[in-house]
């Protein structure tokens, strides 16, 4: 079973709509972190924002924004306001410690297209 | 640029053949970690370093094997390669190891295996 399931395969908005990309993750742990990384055409992956999880306080950076849900699993990300820019493969992830060190699981990502 | 070097960008070899790939960390970083993204199997965690000792492990195929020297560099070993083995692999470093610290990913390594 996913550790963490991105239904959205692909999703194409119209420059300056909102859009969420949805995460639902699987977890036993009681202390687990989520991660929302951005990869451009470009290829290079770039961190967004980590969650632990005793921090259900959702959080507004900008025009993102991150809702993050203990009772669904859930940990979706909105951009408002979209723009060409944000055009990438978005992937959500979760950190499980594992040992000393922590183990890594991540979507399948989802690909945003702007349309301008 | 994250700070995190990769070499080298590209590297096209063939099947059964052995490559290694190179990974520098930010300066000051103690922890590496590798990831393989390919089509099939998306962006998989394969495993982590930190100062010179293995902390965790994901999918990782017994053809393939790391290690973090003791200048921090690391190196990723792959041997007997299949058409499969074909994809992007990164490499991320961070400071201390730990999920509260973020780590920066390097542009990556793409293998080709023909």
Known sequence: ?????????????????????????????????????KQPPSGELVFLIRRNSFDEQNEISGRYS???????????????????????????????????GNQFYFGTGTSLTVIP | DSGVTQTPKHLITATGQRVTLRCSPRSGDLSVYWYQQSLDQGLQFLIQYYNGEERAKGNILERFSAQQFPDLHSELNLSSLELGDSALYFCASNPSGASTDTQYFGPGTRLTVL
């Open chain 1, 66 to 100: 991150w809702n993050f849900q203990k009772s669904t699993s859930s940990f979706n990300f909105t951009i408002t306001a979209s723009q060409v820019v944000d055009s990438a493969v978005y992937f959500c992830a979760l950190s499980e410690a594992q040992g000393t």
């Open chain 1, 1 to 37: 079973a996913q550790k963490v399931t991105q239904a959205q395969t692909e999703i194409s908005v119209v420059e300056k709509e909102d859009v969420t990309l949805d995460c639902v993750y699987e977890t036993r742990d009681t202390t687990y972190y989520l991660f929302w990384y």
